[in-house]
């Protein structure tokens, strides 16, 4: 799944390990989620949203595949 965390948390001045702490993650985990080889867990995925202030689908860009 695509998303926007990297941008954002770079326009807020937040380091990787900084977001890892305030989600209580690892920071291998905000690796591989702004890379976009995780998919957060839709608990992880709310808090991340609300520590933005934003919506879940400001932050995570939902793409419907084709079976």
Excluded at 19 to 35: D, G, P, W
Aim: charged fraction near 30%; aromatic fraction near 8%.
């Amino acid at each position: 799944m695509k998303n926007n965390l990297e941008a954002l948390r770079q326009s807020r001045g937040i380091s990787q390990e900084e977001l890892a702490n305030a989600m209580e993650v690892s920071r291998q985990t905000i690796i591989s989620l702004e890379k976009g080889k995780y998919n957060p867990s839709i608990i992880l995925a709310f808090k991340l949203a609300h520590y933005f202030g934003l919506k879940i689908e400001d932050v995570f860009i939902y793409e419907e595949t084709k079976d």
